[in-house]
């Protein structure tokens, strides 16, 4: 019976069309069960700038995987968990996992909010993605050969979506990660002059990496119609804070994480980074 309950009852996945929701959402729709897409675009539609979009969204669900779009650290963030985790739970939502972000103090204080919900809780609490750089505006500049950021020589232990993915599914579906916060890198810190150099042995092209100014960030930012806001959380992260790898996917998991090398021969072999036309 409880395996009925399980296929009846929908998952929420929160930001099901973006870099891990939609990798969680094929999960767990592969192992045959039943998802419910958290998005503007869902059915029913979910929306974190409108609250009143949130209570069909739970209807019926036990289980939600939560992602902040834009981050957890921008303004009103907390409150939004804060009123969200409410809500899910007044409907019946018994778990939640928060998607958190590594080093950053408003989204520890998201991670409390749901640690204090009620429900069953889990955090994934991850430093940069692989994928910004071929799945965000970064896509861009790895096609035009120049990574550009207010990175300085900092260095990062990248995560792959993937891993992040596992790590949520698990946590949805298997005993034994309540309560638990994981810390998700991936094996080693990488420069971002280190990462422009795997980029160039992936691609076979010339990748360079280019430290900006945060005004010379912001134009850039501008550019593409985010959030300025990034450029001060950017810089924020990457003061040294961030700089260890964590073994959270190990925990987790009990396998080692995707390594960026592997990441970057993978992605170039899908077309991505080429040039067409």
């Avoid at 990798?23 to 974190?48: C, H, N, Q, T, Y």
Wanted: charged share 25%.
């Amino acid at each position: 019976m409880g395996n009925d309950m399980q296929v009846e009852n929908p998952i929420l996945v929160v930001g099901g069309t973006g870099k891990t929701g939609r990798r969680v959402a094929g999960r767990l729709a592969a192992r045959g069960r039943a998802v419910r897409i958290g998005s503007r675009s869902g059915a029913p539609a979910f929306d974190w700038a409108y609250p009143g979009t949130w209570g069909a969204a739970v209807d019926g669900v036990r289980s939600a995987y939560l992602t902040y779009y834009p981050d957890l650290a921008f303004p009103g963030a907390v409150e939004a968990i804060a009123e969200f985790s409410e809500v899910a739970v007044k409907a019946g939502v018994e778990r939640l996992v928060l998607l958190s972000g590594r080093g950053e103090e408003a989204a520890e204080r998201a991670e409390g909010v749901v640690r204090d919900s009620g429900a069953a809780w889990s955090v994934v609490r991850c430093s940069w993605f692989n994928q910004n750089f071929s799945e965000a505006f970064l896509v861009d500049s790895v096609l035009d050969g120049r990574i550009a950021l207010p990175a300085g020589d900092a260095v990062e232990p990248f995560v792959d979506a993937d891993d992040i993915a596992d790590v949520v599914v698990a946590a949805l579906t298997e005993p034994g990660h309540d309560g638990e916060v994981y810390e998700l890198t991936g094996p080693r810190a990488l420069g971002f002059a280190e990462v422009a150099a795997e980029l160039s042995a992936a691609t076979g092209r010339e990748i360079g990496y280019t430290p900006l100014t945060a005004a010379q960030f912001a134009a850039v930012l501008r550019e593409h119609g985010l959030p300025e806001d990034f450029g001060e959380l950017f810089t924020l992260i990457l003061d040294g804070r961030n700089a260890h790898p964590a073994d959270g996917v190990q925990r987790a998991l009990g396998r080692a994480p995707k390594d960026f090398t592997d990441y970057a021969r993978e992605t170039a072999a899908t077309g991505v980074w080429s040039r067409s036309g």
